[in-house]
């Protein structure tokens, strides 16, 4: 690497970050997890026969989105009894009800719900009823569905990926850094072959995504019910505008007739543009960034990473299989130097390097890929920056603590993510470095860079598939729920009190009480109020179980707003000895 490589790279680490910072700064705050206030039947509740449900409710304190699966009722053998389409009862975004089959037999039942709150995350949580008996309870885990299905979700959603970003990023190579590449054969079949797997991807997330929703199995795929109701969403409406963008492309592919028709410009330039950008945005508004309550800036970050990602990797695509392949049919074996900038995207845009080669039999040739190159070149550089600020912008709310990164599976796909991505970085100033160090000698082989490219390439898409469970996967700051341990000293004893997350904004207390002497002490009475972080919520008594000598539990205490809780303590070992002590916990 030369000098100026290094100053490149430096300033666009250096806008990467001052774009990330300043959309940090402006973004809004983050909207807070929805909590479930209450459900008809109660958690635990016994109900006679005469008075079986008819349907279960789930009411929270704002408003939620839901699917056609959010809630499930299990009976004991993980049947299910409910009807499947959960709905909005009066059309209240805060509650959520399912229909129950006529019908139930005595015994207990499971309900499994997951909505999205307004800070776009998936919320979830269980509890347990009874009809006429307490009986066996399902196992949870009856209610994930098919793991085929799962499975097969994901590579639709990998497909999808590959489809779109094809199209966006072979589009964009031969518009703006290819013209010649509108009558190539190789690049209109990719072009072709990626509207093909984007309007497949389309088809087939649609029924995966109905049949995961009802946790049926890959024959539900084609359930009418199932697909009207996940129609009736936002993921399904995304799909289905998604579809309608790429039929218009379609019709449009019809009038650009065989060669020698040029590619389009002007306005036709334009129109394409923003179509392609349309499809990004149904990718953004089918995921998290659609979620109500989200400010605009975060759908625009989306779609502006999709964009650079699509552009690099679908212009890395038409590199490897059409632009090199056309370029090694109209010349010799090896290139002009002046000609070779990069294999792909580091590198440098300005002006092309001496010629000190000679040049094979059809120069012509090698100065039109030369061109070809630094126009991708200079574009693949921009999308690496806009990749680097706008993932910062994604990522870091979804961790907002670094010790999440390691604890949760968010996390380690995260990790995993920007690890190959350094990869693909690295690959492409190497083997920059290693092309340019042979100028000087008879200068560099076709065959070299076409590999290049197809390593760079191959990791890109990696990346892609790390990106597919990723997006499926409850982000971090959500999973990352680490069990908390304090001592303090209260009086003459020392009290060690210890929180384990049981869900959110749910902790369960272990409190110990040992005397001087370093043994559990018998104490008459402990008492525990929950005071929360400044805001309009008053403290909450905590209710406490003795389960020892010295040893208090607090099952399933609810506290109800995220952020450090202040616990103060009383001991009270005698009818006139009460000593006080405090402990702050974090609630997640």
Not at 280 to 304: C, F, K, Q, W, Y
Not at 328 to 346: D, E, M, N
């Amino acid at each position: 690497m030369t000098m100026r490589d290094v100053r490149r790279l430096l300033a666009v680490a250096a806008a990467a970050a001052t774009i990330a910072l300043s959309m940090l700064v402006l973004a809004q705050p983050a909207a807070a997890h929805a909590i479930m206030q209450s459900s008809t039947p109660s958690d635990g509740q016994l109900i006679a026969r005469a008075d079986r449900p008819a349907t279960v409710e789930l009411r929270f304190d704002e408003a939620v989105s839901i699917r056609t699966g959010s809630i499930q009722v299990l009976a004991a053998d993980g049947h299910r009894v409910d009807l499947a389409s959960a709905s909005h009862p009066a059309g209240e975004g805060r509650r959520v009800a399912v229909g129950i089959r006529t019908g139930l037999a005595d015994g207990s039942y499971l309900v499994l719900w997951q909505v999205v709150s307004a800070d776009s995350h998936p919320i979830a949580g269980s509890f347990t009823f009874s009809v006429g008996h307490p009986g066996a309870i399902a196992n949870a885990s009856a209610a994930h569905g098919s793991r085929l299905v799962a499975v097969a979700l994901a590579g639709s959603r990998m497909l999808s990926y590959l489809g779109v970003f094809g199209l966006v990023g072979g589009l964009g190579f031969v518009l703006l850094c290819w013209p010649a590449g509108a009558a190539d054969r190789r690049a209109r079949r990719l072009l072709a072959g990626s509207w093909i797997a984007a309007a497949a991807a389309v088809l087939v997330s649609l029924g995966l995504q109905a049949a995961d929703d009802i946790g049926g199995g890959l024959s539900s795929a084609i359930d009418p019910t199932a697909l009207t109701a996940l129609l009736g969403t936002q993921y399904g409406r995304a799909h289905l505008i998604r579809l309608a963008l790429l039929a218009g492309f379609a019709v449009a592919a019809a009038r650009w007739t065989p060669p020698p028709m040029p590619a389009p410009r002007g306005p036709a330039r334009g129109l394409i543009g923003l179509g392609l950008l349309a499809v990004l945005g149904t990718i953004a508004a089918e995921g998290h960034a659609g979620a109500g309550g989200l400010s605009t800036l975060r759908m625009v970050d989306d779609v502006a990473h999709l964009a650079a990602a699509g552009l690099w990797l679908g212009g890395l695509a038409m590199l490897a299989t059409a632009a090199l392949p056309a370029a090694r049919r109209s010349t010799s074996a090896r290139l002009v130097p002046a000609a070779v900038l990069v294999s792909s995207g580091i590198s440098s845009s300005a002006g092309l390097p001496p010629t000190n080669a000679q040049p094979g039999p059809n120069p012509a040739g090698t100065a039109d890929l030369a061109l070809t190159l630094r126009r991708f070149s200079a574009i693949a550089l921009s999308c690496v920056g806009v990749i680097v600020a706008s993932g910062l912008l994604q990522a870091w709310p979804q961790v907002h603590e670094l010790a999440a990164l390691p604890a949760t599976n968010y996390g380690r796909l995260l990790l995993a993510k920007v690890g190959v991505f350094a990869l693909v970085i690295a690959a492409a100033i190497v083997s920059r470095s290693a092309i340019h160090s042979r100028l000087a000698r008879t200068g560099p082989k076709l065959s070299a860079l076409s590999a290049s490219v197809l390593i760079e390439l191959g990791l890109a898409v990696l990346v892609l598939a790390i990106t597919s469970a990723l997006v499926a996967t409850t982000p971090a700051r959500i999973a990352y729920r680490p069990t908390e341990a304090v001592t303090v000293r209260a009086g003459p004893d020392t009290v060690q009190l210890s929180a384990v997350p049981v869900g959110e904004h749910l902790l369960e207390l272990h409190i110990y009480v040992f005397g001087a002497n370093g043994l559990p002490v018998e104490v008459p009475r402990l008492r525990v109020v929950a005071e929360p972080p400044a805001g309009s919520l008053g403290p909450v008594d905590v209710a406490l179980l003795a389960a020892g000598t010295g040893h208090f539990v607090g099952n399933r205490v609810l506290l109800p707003r995220t952020g450090q809780w202040t616990l103060r303590l009383a001991v009270q070992e005698t009818e006139f000895d009460e000593f006080g002590a405090s402990a702050t916990v974090t609630v997640r």
